[in-house]
Every structure is written in C-alpha cells, then in structure tokens.
C-alpha cells in the first residue's frame, strides 16, 4: 500500500485562452517533469499521466492503481514532433489515420524506441500512442515538454473515471493532483489499433469506430479474441483482465424486446427472492417499463437506443452508481454491435465478466 500524500485539486475551464500559461496547468506540469503521477481529463476518460521516459515516475502509476505490471500503457503526445522520441518507425499505413484521427481516440501500436521506459510498454517491442482531442491534456503535455504515459485513472477492475470525482474516489491519497476539467466527452476508452500488421488490427474497440476507420483505409480486421466464445489470448494484454466491473454481479441480456423484459424479470424476482438488492441498466425508451413495473430497487438509463454515442457517455459514470447504491445484482439490456456500439457492447461484457443470455 502507498503511504498517504496531499492530492491537489486544480479546477480548470478549457477553454480559457492560454491554457499551457495558467497555474494549474503549469503546477501539475512542474510535478510531472519532477516525475510524479498526475491525473488529467481527456475526450474519452481522465487518464493518470507520469512521465513516459522514465521508469521511476511510471511505476508509481502502477503502484497507485494497483495495477499489474504486465499490462502496456498508452503513451500521450501533444505534438507531431513528439512522435519521434517514442516511435521508431510509422508504418505507410498510419500516416493517413494520423491525418484522420489526430488528435483524437485513436491508439496506434507502433514499434517503439530505446527512450520508452520499458515499465510503459511491460517488454513489448511496440508502444501504443495517441493525441488526445482535450485542450487541457495538450496543454498538460506541451508544458511538461516530455509524452505522457497515461492508463484511465482508475482503481484496477474499477469503471474508467468520466469525472474528476470519479478520479477522486478511487485515487485521493495516491496520487499527486487531478486536473478538474469537468466531464469527458466521449466516454469509454481509445480504439487500440495495431498498424504494424496487414490489416491494420483492432485491438480493443472504442472511441473510433471500425466503420470511420475502414472509410480512410479500407480493410481492417478484428483481433480474434472478440468473436463470441473465442478461445484466443487477446493480443493486447489489457483485454484480459476483468475490467470495468461494477460491484454486483451483471448479467447481460439479450435479444427480442419481449423476450428480454420476460427474462429481466425472471432474473430480478429470483435474486429478490435471494434477498438481493436489485437493479436495472436501461435506456430512455425502456426506463419508464421498468420504473413502472417496479421489478427490481434501483433503475438507471444510460441514454438513449437510438444514439449510441450517448450511451457511451454516460455508461461508466452509472456502472459507478449502481456500486454507490450498494446494487448487488444487476440486468441489462445489450446494443447492436455497430458504430460505437461495438465499443458499447465490449465494456458491457467486460463488466459482466462473461455473463451473458440470450432470451
Ligand atoms: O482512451 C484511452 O485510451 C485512455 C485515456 C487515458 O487515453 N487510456 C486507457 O489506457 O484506456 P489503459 O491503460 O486503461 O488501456 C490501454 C490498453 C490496454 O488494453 C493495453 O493492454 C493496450 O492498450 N496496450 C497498450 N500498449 C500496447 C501494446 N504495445 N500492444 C498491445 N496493446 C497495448
Ligand atoms: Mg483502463
């Protein structure tokens, strides 16, 4: 355990002009170059940012999240040119995806250079890097002059933070300061992309889609490990762990409208019968039949079925809730797998760990 230590809290509008001259940013940039763990909002989830060059300053991100060593952080630029200090090469087929998607949430796994501290990339002969779309992690970034390795900054196996007082329940006391810069936008994680084979391969799906990628360079392909049923180790490490996983146990459920109600509440009235406390994950169109039916303790929407960008939102921020409310079973409708719901449909199941049911 990690002996206690302040955590600062910098509240910051983004979009004040001069970002990379305002104190807090130059504050929490001074702690990252003297290589201490900073944590930062970005377009899709507040990440916990040390200093990607130096070993010493990334193992106490480790430490702080308690996070298993094995597991590769994606590293941050906030310019171009930084892209030479941690990359050894850029592969022709990610030259038009940077144009595309840069910055943005889009991860490239790239073959890495000497510079990266070998705790980032946990002994792999690539690293993965993204320009984030935030004003305050570029400025963050710029400022400190160095990249920035950066995992969500959450407590390991908790939801990704979407707010600071998401970082702040799970990190006050370890870490050195948050950069409040209110909600993130996109709300679940990059898609982690590896360019060093042909097709260009999905490693975990987010917040660009397969489809806006395929736009641009045609062809891409999913990693294996996400069929259904697949027996396959994941190619990226972090997709191996139980992640995102809300306290209670989640069952997803999926299926024809009817069919699911008739299951939700099957599962519900069995584990109230089990005295559980029950809740349900909806959407705009289904709250109101779930409220109504009273089936189970708590009901939470997370957006609407017909805007699934929405739902990725708001998703983690009310995994979250559902553990505030001390929720200990838990059934949830599923999306289709397209757009962003692919992306969707992965922290679902994540957070079910597996468990899912067709009606
Ligand atoms: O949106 C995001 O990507 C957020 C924000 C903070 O940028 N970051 C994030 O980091 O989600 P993290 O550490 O929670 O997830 C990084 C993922 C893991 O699944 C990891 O295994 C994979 O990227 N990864 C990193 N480097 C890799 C590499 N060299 N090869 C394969 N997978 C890699
Ligand atoms: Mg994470």
Redo the contacts with the bound molecule.
Sequence with gaps: MTSQIETKVWIVDKDVENLQSCTQIVDAARLIRQGEVVA?P????????ANALSDNAVEKIFSAKG?PSD??????IGELSQLEMIAREIPERAVPLIEAFWPG?L?L??P?TDRVASL???G?????V?M?DHPL?LALIREAGVPIA?????RSGRP?PTTAGHVHADLNGRIAGILDGGSTG?G?????L?VTVEPAMI??P??VTLEEMEAVIGDVQLDPAFLVGAAET???????YT?YAPQGEMWLVAGEDDAVRKKIRELLADARQHGRKTGVLATEETAPYWREQAAADVVFSCGSRYDLASVAQQLYGVLRRFDDEHVQFIAAETFPRKGMGMAVMNRLEKAAGGRIIRA
């Design positions: 930062f970005t377009e899709t989830v507040y990440g916990l940012g996070r597991n590769p952080l994606i590293v941050h949430p991860t796994i790239l890495k980032v990339t946990a792999l002969d690539t690293v993965g993204r984030p992690a950066a995992p969500s900054a959450n990704s996109v679940v994680e990059s898609t982690v590896d490693l975990r987010g917040g994941p190619r990226s490490p972090g997709m191996k992640h």
